[in-house]
C-alpha cells in the first residue's frame, strides 16, 4: 500500500509494525485517526480510543479493515484512570501485549488568534485546566495503566504528541502551549525512569498541520505563508506526521529515547 505525502508523491509504507500492537488516545478523526490508520496500514493491530465520537471512530476501524488491517474501538476517558484501565485490560485480553501506545488526545480545542486564552490579561485558569487535564492528566493515566504489561514484556514504545509553539510560540495560546509543555518534562522522566524496561518515549513536536478540525479556521493564505519560511518550502501534512509516529513506533528507532522532536519541515530547529 502507498501513501501520498504533502508533495503528492506516492511513499511506499513499508510492514514496520507487523503484530504490533498500539492503542492511540483520541483517535476517531484528525491526526489520532490518521495515525491509526497509517499504524494499521504498517501491520499493526490498533486500539481506535474515542471518548464522544462513537460513529466517527466506527468509522476509522471499519475504513482500516476494508483496507485489509485489524481495529478495533474502545470507548474511555483518559482522564479517568480506571476506564484507561479497563481499556489497557481490554487490548491484553484481545492480543495479550500492548507495544505501542501514542498520548494524542486533546480536549476540544481551536487555533484561533482572536481568543481570550492568546492574552495573559485575558486567559483564565479554568483554559489551563482543561488544557492540564486532558492532556497531562490523559497521558500520565495511559502511561499508569499500559505500564505493568509493557513491564511484564521487558519493551514499549510511549509517543507523545506535542506541538511546535513550545520552542516558537508565534501565536500565545497560553492554555494549550503550557499544557503541550508539560508533555516535555514528562517525556524526558518516563523515558529515564523506564529505559531500564526496556521501554522507549519520545515526544513529536508538530506545527500547524494541514489540515485538522483545530486548524479548520486556518487560511490558505497562512498555511501559504508557512511554506514559505520552512526549509523544505511546504507545510506539514497530517499523513506526513504520522509516517513520523510510524517511525518512533517502529525497531529503526530502537536507540532514541527521551527525545523531543519536531515535525515541522525544519520551520523550527530545537
Not at 523506564?194 to 486556518?218: C, E, F, Q
Request: net charge negative; glycine share 6%; hydrophobic share 45%.
Amino acid at each position: 500500500m502507498t501513501q501520498s505525502t504533502s508533495t503528492n508523491r506516492p511513499v511506499a509504507i513499508p510492514a514496520l509494525l507487523t503484530d504490533k500492537v498500539a492503542i492511540v488516545t483520541g483517535a476517531s478523526r484528525g491526526l489520532g485517526a490518521q495515525i491509526a490508520q497509517q499504524m494499521a496500514t504498517a501491520g499493526a493491530i490498533v486500539c481506535v480510543n474515542y471518548l464522544n465520537s462513537k460513529e466517527a471512530a466506527e468509522t476509522v476501524v471499519a475504513d482500516i479493515m476494508a483496507a485489509g488491517g485489524q481495529a478495533f474501538v474502545y470507548q474511555a476517558d483518559v482522564t479517568k484512570l480506571e476506564q484507561v484501565k479497563a481499556m489497557a485490560a481490554e487490548v491484553i485480553s484481545r492480543h495479550g501485549r500492548i507495544d505501542i501506545v501514542v498520548n494524542n488526545a486533546l480536549p476540544h480545542y481551536q487555533f484561533d488568534p482572536s481568543a481570550d486564552n492568546t492574552s495573559i490579561e485575558t486567559v483564565q485558569w479554568a483554559h489551563f485546566s482543561q488544557q492540564i487535564d486532558g492532556i497531562v492528566k490523559g497521558a500520565v493515566n495511559t502511561v499508569q495503566a499500559v505500564l505493568p504489561q509493557m513491564k511484564a514484556q521487558q519493551m514499549g514504545k510511549i509517543i507523545n504528541i506535542s506541538t511546535n509553539l513550545v520552542y516558537n510560540p508565534v501565536v500565545t495560546y497560553y492554555d494549550y502551549t503550557t499544557a503541550k509543555s508539560a508533555l516535555l518534562g514528562l517525556t524526558r522522566n518516563l523515558a529515564s525512569e523506564l529505559g531500564p524496561h526496556g521501554i522507549r518515549v519520545n515526544l513529536l513536536a508538530g506545527g500547524l498541520l494541514k489540515t485538522t478540525d483545530a486548524s479548520s479556521l486556518t487560511t490558505e493564505e497562512v498555511f501559504d505563508y508557512i511554506a514559505t519560511t520552512t526549509p523544505l518550502r511546504q507545510a506539514t501534512s497530517v499523513a506526513d506526521f504520522a509516517n513520523s509516529v510510524l517511525l518512533m513506533a517502529s525497531d529503526l528507532s530502537v536507540a532514541i529515547t527521551g527525545q523531543s522532536i519536531a515535525v515541522d519541515g525544519g520551520l523550527t530547529m530545537p
